[in-house]
Every structure is written in C-alpha cells, then in structure tokens.
C-alpha cells in the first residue's frame, strides 16, 4: 500500500495537469478536482499513517506516549479540503458565468470577441 500511493499521487498530479492545460471549460473544472484530490492525498502521506492514541498528554506522564496520532498533518488536511471546494465553487460559478456569456466550451473561443 505504501508502494502503490505515490504512483496514485503521480498519476493524479499527472491526469489533473493535463485537464488543466485542456482546451475545454468543463476538463479545467475536473482538473482543478483531481489536483485538489493529489494534493489531498499527498499530505496525508506525508502525515504518516499511526494507529496510535490520541496526542493528548495523560496526567501521569510529562510527554505524549508513542505511537500517537499527530494532529498537524490532520488539520493541514482539513484545511486543504475546505480551500479546495472553495477553490472548485468559484471556479465552476465563473467558468458558468463565461460560459453564459460567450456561449462556447472552448477556451480558444474566448479570443474572438463580438
């Protein structure tokens, strides 16, 4: 399992990109999910996964007991994924708004004003 994350980060980073870089509206929206996801998986590697206790230090003793969870990566996590849905809310409601406005898919499309 260890093994197969980073490849799974990769490919992700990797699809997420080539959305991105794509020509149409809607494979931009999905880009910017799927880098969201790699970026989210990603950290929680980083994290390091423990089945430990809580991080919370018991009156008996002076520092936390090993294995412990650490609560940063956790939180660093929770806040990537409430910056990305905000991140994927804007984007969706402005590739909506150039989409009413142009009437076209395509991002070549945008350069041709009326």
Known sequence: ????LPFLIGILFSVSIYFILHRHLFKLIMGLILFGLATNIFLFVVGGLTNGDVAIIKKTHEVAV???????????LLTAIVIGFGLQAFAIVLIRKVYQSF?????????KAE
Do not use: F, G, I, R
């Not at 090993?66 to 660093?76: E, G, I, K, R």
């Not at 009437?103 to 350069?111: A, Y």
């Open 1 to 4: 399992m260890e093994l197969l």
């Open 66 to 76: 090993v294995p412990y969870a650490d609560p940063v990566p956790q939180a660093l």
């Open 103 to 111: 009437k076209s898919n395509n991002l070549d499309d945008l350069h």
